[in-house]
């Protein structure tokens, strides 16, 4: 025991002594939300919007008025014929573009029955697709309330809820993925670059013919990051629900709990990585492409993974942070227990034993 | 000077069809500073490594420190030191806290480490630097460290592997008083190194060629055996019968 918490010691300083990977550690969570939280964000806000309205009757104020109030749009600017949409387009400012016939209140009154297009710029297709729903929403909302006045024969109403996350914040959906990201980082990519440190360095070779077992130094090297990855989780869990207003629908302990699991999971990793790998180039080189691509790219956090072809999906079960992700939206956003996640979790101590069995494995073979 | 600290017979080691260390026997006295000299690729490290329970023997005897390299080789790790020719000190922590982190994977006592960092910095007149980083010393006073940090624990044995590579003239005499000192404390030295007037500061000397031990004795012995001037002609008649490339 006093050997293992001599080498603890040692470990942290050397984390604290090297300050700007200390603050790359314990600032990167802190960055990565805020980041995500106001400035890569996939909601639509504010979009500019260009109004061509040339019969400017009661219905059309009206309408126009509707659509300056929602969150989503913002009107930009009035047009006054057919010819000007292609140039406003072209500067890039406007996202989408309204156009009212002339008499648009005559031929809703007489006819019973009128048009409004809607342009938009889909050069971001899902930009297009949300900006063209939101419009036809707000339309479609303010003819049901003038054919209240009227009996119509027959009428379906559809009503939506958004379950879990009803304002469709983009954070509910970033917070787990930024979390499985971090302690993949901190925990996987520096536990293997220290472990392959010492080893260029030489100073592994005088632990192993210490009186240290290899098993001890492997544990003692992977429980400062532990600690880290503590801090970071705190952190990252203060910051979305105070400064992102993301709230813990579930229960704290379990949220924890998987997180320490999963943290334990990336360890495993960098000590898998660090067995098998000489130069901290490689090591940081197998972390970055090796781990996180597939973790920001398999996990489902960007890309949906029931929409990609069936053999990504194969292998994205093979990606950790992919049952961490699901784990944490379970918990975290839904709210349920442990009966909603036991499935992934017991993948995750399933990978955690394998990861770590392969890892001891290798290390011992070193040592014949 | 008689009793036996390290003893080796017949001490193979093979990997698959090639054989690192072949066949090699000696023994080695407590207090005696050993020296282990061959080319390179000659299999010395090998060798050094199956002493100090890195590498398991493919067969042959050995014991080290009283234990057997094959079942003992924990005993045999509380019992000897080592440096390699890598430095050793982490460059990142401070002259006290790399001597406390290896004084404690090796289990001593806090007072233990406390009152012989005093007598140690004392002695390499780093009292004053105790608490600098270790990269801010020049590489002189660092290879000093490293062996005192290596003897640190007090062990019957210590291995050195090429100790001084790369270091000033100057220091290597420094070095080397060192050595004598650890050696008349009744620390056995073995260690190996590429320079030759340095193997005459051995009480004894092997040379490795292919993975056997050609020659052994003390110096002088073998410089009149082998009708040279120097320990480097000595090295030289013995190395060119080589076959075995060099790594």
């Given at each position: ?140 909302d303010y003819q049901n309330r003038i054919t209240n006045d009227r009996k119509l024969p027959y009428t379906i109403n559809t009503e939506m809820r958004m379950l879990y996350n009803p304002e469709l914040k983009g954070a509910y959906n970033f917070v787990p993925g930024v979390m499985a990201m971090v302690l993949l980082l901190v925990c996987t990519m520096m536990t293997a670059i220290t472990i392959v440190k010492e080893k260029e360095m030489g100073t592994m070779e005088i632990m192993l013919v210490s009186p240290m077992k290899p098993l001890k130094v492997v544990l003692a090297k992977a429980v400062p990051y532990l600690l ?141 | ?247």
């Open positions: 025991m006093k050997q293992f918490i001599a080498f603890v010691k040692k470990e942290f300083h050397h984390i604290f002594r090297d300050k700007r990977t200390m603050f790359i550690l314990l600032g990167m969570p802190v960055v990565q939300i805020i980041i995500f939280g106001f400035a890569l964000t996939n909601e639509v806000k504010n979009s500019r919007v260009a109004i061509l309205d040339p019969s400017k009757d009661a219905a059309t104020t009206s309408l126009i008025a509707q659509i300056e109030a929602s969150r989503y749009f913002e009107v930009d600017q009035y047009i006054h014929s057919t010819n000007e949409i292609e140039t406003i387009f072209r500067k890039g400012k406007i996202k989408l573009a309204i156009i009212f016939p002339s008499h648009f209140r005559e031929d809703l009154q007489h006819f019973n029955k009128a048009q409004v297009q809607l342009i938009a710029d889909a050069s971001d297709p899902n930009v297009a697709n949300t900006l063209t729903s939101y419009a036809s929403a707000i339309i479609m880290l990855s503590s801090v970071n989780i705190a952190s990252i869990l203060l910051l979305s629900v105070f400064v992102l207003e993301v709230p813990i629908n579930g229960s704290l302990t379990l949220l924890v709990a998987e997180s320490l699991l999963f943290t334990l999971v990336s360890l495993a990793l960098g000590l898998l990585i660090s067995t098998k790998v000489d130069s901290q180039q490689t090591a940081l080189f197998i972390s970055l492409v090796g781990l996180l691509l597939p973790t920001v790219m398999l996990s489902g956090f960007m890309f949906p993974i029931e929409n990609m072809p069936l053999p990504l999906q194969v292998v994205s079960n093979a990606v950790p942070a992919k049952w961490y992700y699901t784990i944490v939206r379970s918990v975290m956003i839904k709210g349920t227990g442990f009966q909603a996640v036991w499935k992934e979790t017991l993948i995750l101590a399933g990978m955690l034993f394998f990861f770590l069995g392969l890892a001891i494995k290798n290390f011992k073979i070193r040592l014949a | 000077m008689n009793e036996k600290v390290i003893i080796v017979e017949n001490l193979t080691k093979k990997f698959g069809d090639f054989t690192a260390v072949d066949h090699i026997s000696f023994d080695v006295h407590k207090g005696e500073i050993f020296g282990f000299l061959g080319a390179n690729g000659a299999g010395k490290t090998t060798a050094m490594r199956m002493l100090s329970g890195l590498s398991l023997p493919t067969s042959g005897h050995a014991r080290v420190a009283g234990f057997d390299v094959y079942k003992e080789n924990e005993k045999i790790k509380q019992n000897i030191g080592y440096m390699s020719q890598k430095f050793s000190l982490y460059e990142d922590l401070t002259v006290k806290e790399n001597i406390r982190f290896y004084a404690g994977i090796y289990g001593m006592s806090n007072r233990f480490i406390r009152e012989k960092t005093a007598m140690v910095l004392e002695k390499l007149h780093l009292a004053a630097e105790g608490d600098k980083l270790v990269k801010s010393l020049p590489l002189g006073w660092k290879q000093k460290l490293a062996f005192s940090v290596a003897i640190f624990h007090e062990p019957q044995i210590v291995f050195l592997d090429e100790p001084t590579g790369g270091v000033d003239p100057v220091t290597r005499r420094e070095f080397w008083q060192m050595i004598y000192e650890a050696a008349e404390s009744g620390i056995t030295v073995f260690v190996t190194t590429h320079y030759m007037d340095e193997a005459e500061y051995c009480n004894r000397v092997s040379i490795m060629v292919d993975g056997r031990i050609d020659a052994m004795d003390t110096p002088q012995l073998l410089i009149e055996t082998y009708d040279a001037i120097s320990m480097d002609e000595v090295f030289l008649k013995l190395a060119r019968k080589a076959t075995r490339a060099a790594d």
